[in-house]
């Protein structure tokens, strides 16, 4: 298996290290590491990116230096792994707002007069990794999975990033031996790059 290069996108935004989130980023991190692949990380946290509040702003608004560099990791990628907890049912407010930031117009995707937009991020793909405090049953067959579908059709898709795969961990504050599981997993994902 050839090396592969690893976005790790940690989007709790909260940077309290004790929340899950994070140790499963740490975790498929150490993995990628000990399998000689090279990763790089954003923490959301730490960026706290302002949500955008007009259109002009989002086409012609100059980037911060952090957003820049985050658009850079995204170039340099192959591989994009994307943790964050579900909050009243969706994404973190902070998260939605480092895609915002981040999937410009000119960078992520371009239009195109009476076409559908260029798609710029193609030959990625991406890892969904979503926390929450219920049953990761009752998400998929009650809720229907219903944001992961969106961020994967509307934000993902979008710009051409291919998700291949999801991990929906449930009952994150339950039982310490299904919390050790995810983490061998985690870690196993991460040597094998998916």
């Given at each position: 298996m050839s090396n592969k290069r690893i976005l790790i996108i940690d989007g709790h935004p909260?940077?309290?290290?004790?929340?899950?989130?994070?140790?499963?980023?740490?975790r498929y991190a150490e993995g990628a590491v000990e399998a000689g692949h090279d990763i790089r990380r954003l923490d959301i946290a730490a960026m706290a990116p302002p949500p955008l509040t007009t259109r002009?702003?989002?086409?012609?608004?100059?980037?911060?230096?952090?957003?820049?560099?985050a658009q850079d990791a995204l170039l340099w990628s192959e591989h994009i792994v994307l943790l964050y907890p579900l909050?009243?049912?969706d994404m973190p407010a902070l998260l939605k707002a480092f895609f915002e930031q981040v999937m410009r117009p000119g960078f992520a995707f371009r239009y195109r007069e009476g076409r559908l937009p260029e798609k710029k991020l193609k030959g990625r793909?991406?890892?969904?990794?979503?926390?929450?405090?219920m049953p990761a049953m009752i998400y998929r067959l009650y809720y229907g999975a219903h944001s992961v579908k969106s961020l994967e059709r509307n934000i993902l898709k979008?710009?051409?990033?291919?998700?291949?795969?999801?991990?929906?961990?449930?009952?994150?504050?339950?039982?310490?031996?299904?919390r050790d599981d995810w983490l061998r997993t985690m870690a196993e994902a991460g040597r094998s790059a998916q």
């Open positions: 909260d940077p309290d290290h004790a929340h899950f989130v994070h140790a499963l980023a740490d002009r702003e989002w086409e012609e608004g100059r980037p911060s230096p952090a957003i820049v560099a909050w009243l049912g793909t991406a890892h969904l990794v979503v926390t929450m405090g979008f710009v051409g990033i291919k998700p291949t795969r999801r991990s929906i961990v449930g009952n994150v504050e339950g039982d310490d031996d299904i």
